[in-house]
């Protein structure tokens, strides 16, 4: 996921009936950022860039996360007055409730050495 204009994502949640969000849910990306997805084998993000909003989520449901040494992480959602999908949960499993709290709460970014060192990614490697 990259490059995701927020501007029609968030327009499309201010008149939706419930029938639309949960169309969403069920075909967009909260399958997989829920762990609703049911793949063979295991799933790999390779992070080369920004991982926000959505993309920060999604990498989250894959089974490793590898950072390039220009990544950088960030929920965001809090600038912008709406949630996460389900994928910002699993972060408390990766590295606490404390960690998380601050990503979520604060929305400020955080680089590839800073994701290793609290275990969101499993590995740093050049670009």
């Given at each position: 996921m990259a490059n995701m204009d927020l501007k029609p994502h968030v327009s499309?949640?201010?008149d939706a009936t419930p029938g639309k969000v949960a169309d969403w849910v069920k075909f967009g990306p909260g399958g997989t950022t829920r762990g609703k997805h049911r793949f063979s084998k295991p799933v790999i993000?390779?992070?080369?860039?920004?991982?926000?909003?959505?993309?920060?989520?999604?990498?989250?449901?894959?089974d490793i996360r590898i950072a390039s040494e220009n990544a950088q992480f960030g929920s965001f959602e809090a600038r912008r007055g709406f949630h996460g999908d389900?994928?910002?949960?699993?972060?408390?499993?990766?590295?606490?409730?404390?960690?998380?709290m601050e990503m979520l709460l604060t929305a400020e970014p955080i680089d590839a050495q800073r994701a290793l060192q609290i275990n969101l990614v499993s590995k740093v490697v050049p670009p």
């Open positions: 499309a949640y201010v993000a390779a992070v080369n860039g920004w991982a926000l909003a959505g993309g920060f989520e999604t990498a989250f449901g894959a389900g994928g910002i949960a699993r972060i408390v499993n990766f590295c606490g409730v404390g960690i998380a």
